[in-house]
């Protein structure tokens, strides 16, 4: 269950909350939820690892028209 | 002719003369655009036709008989002044009578209602706006307040997001055809929502987000689109066609964060409680199960059931038992009576009761030989043998 992923942010959370959802419905056998705690607290931690390091990037598109930048 | 020199004051002084004086008092008909109320009361607008634009001012003073706006179709009566400070002239309006809605009204109004028609407006048509979009499309004017704003606004409350930007010219010659171009290349990135937005102005200045090929151009992207443009007053066709129309571009960054950087770690923080809880849980509800078998009837009886099964089979045991030996009993009693009646058929047996028998040389005679058959014969009897020689045998007579 472990293992590199790349993952986007709302995979993880989505992850999360569906394991959430399998431990709340108690359907799984226990040896089966015991490895779903693992992972969901290792996706807690990555999470919060990515909020703590998150900063807004702004990817610049340049306009293809530039010749009269009446810009206001 | 020597060119007489001027100063900036001599020239304007001369321009006001010549204006003031042969101009003077005047009925102009335009358009109302830039109309602005002062804070001091005086009221600033611009009047204008397809060609011209001249400076109107109205003070405080002077009574208006009704609501003065943008795109009013307006006679003025006023005098021609120069402004020396600024170095222009305008209208000190004495007063102003409404002569219908504007052009570009009339226009606004024409295309609102077409497109009415053609159902871009509908809300069905309208696409949801995510409410954790991390890929936010921007075309705005680099320079304007409206795009510090956006960024200031995503950068507080969710960090987390990639904005891409596409420098737009928002007003003026090909910005409409500009604002096309921007909304149909950030349509192309794949991202999951876009902002269109500028600052506020006149309806000219805004009047190119009343273009059909931009209400086209929002109309047909997949992505979907916010318009933010103006203030909240402003009302554009853009802002119709978008699925969802944002007051200001800092309304705008703030409605695609509605998940904020804090709401998020508290989500994580609730995900790890429920975590944590339900296996806590899980967990207990099996051990209390586990505990509640032994309460269960049929475990406790268990042993109950076992013990039974024990006296049982003791039971069996004792019949089982007592038969045996009940049986072996009978046949000891039976073999014991055998056993006599087969030593008393013994060929040896009448000896005891004074019988004798009878052999010749180890050969039993029996009862049915003739004696008459020997010479010489054994008598047996139980504690002696006589050798005898035998005389005469004659049949023994039966007696009745």
Known sequence: ????????????????????????????PLETQLLLFEEGTKLIHELRQILNNAELKIINISSSTNENPNFS | MEQKTFTVSELTEIIQVLLEGSIGFVLVTGEVSNYKHHQSGHRYFTLKDNKAQISCVMWKQVPLKFQLKDGAKVTVHGKLTVYPPRGNYQIECFNISELGLGDLFIKFEELKK???????????????????????????????????DIITTIKRRLPLCTIYFRPTLVQGDGSAEDIVKA?????????????????????????????????DAIFKANTPVISAVGHETDFTIADFVSDFRAATPTASAELVTQITLDRLYQIINENYNSLVASINFNIQQRKS??????????????????SKYIQLIDDFQTRLDNNISKHLKKHKEKTEYLYNLLKSLHPLQPLNKGFALL??????????????????????????????????VKPVTKQT
Do not use: C
């Open chain 2, 183 to 215: 909304i149909n290349e950030l349509d192309k990135m794949n991202l999951d929502v876009i902002i269109i937005g500028r600052g506020g102005g006149s309806i000219e200045d805004l009047w190119s987000y009343n273009t059909e090929i931009v209400a």
């Open chain 2, 114 to 148: 077409k497109l009415e028609e053609k159902g871009y407006f509908d809300n069905s048509r309208k696409k949801p706006i995510p409410s954790f979009p991390l890929k936010i499309g921007v075309s705005t004017s680099p320079s304007g307040a409206g795009f510090q």
């Open chain 1, 1 to 28: 269950m472990a293992k590199k992923d790349n993952k986007t942010f709302e995979e993880k959370v989505t992850r999360l909350e569906e394991i959430v959802k399998i431990l709340d419905e108690d359907s799984e």
């Open chain 2, 359 to 392: 052999k010749h040389n180890n050969h039993t005679i029996t009862v049915d030989e003739s004696l008459g058959n020997y010479i010489e014969i054994d008598i047996i009897r139980k504690n002696e043998i006589a050798n005898t020689h035998i005389l005469s």
């Open chain 2, 289 to 306: 199960m586990i505990d509640n078998f032994e309460a269960v009837s049929s475990y406790k009886r268990f042993p109950d059931k076992i």
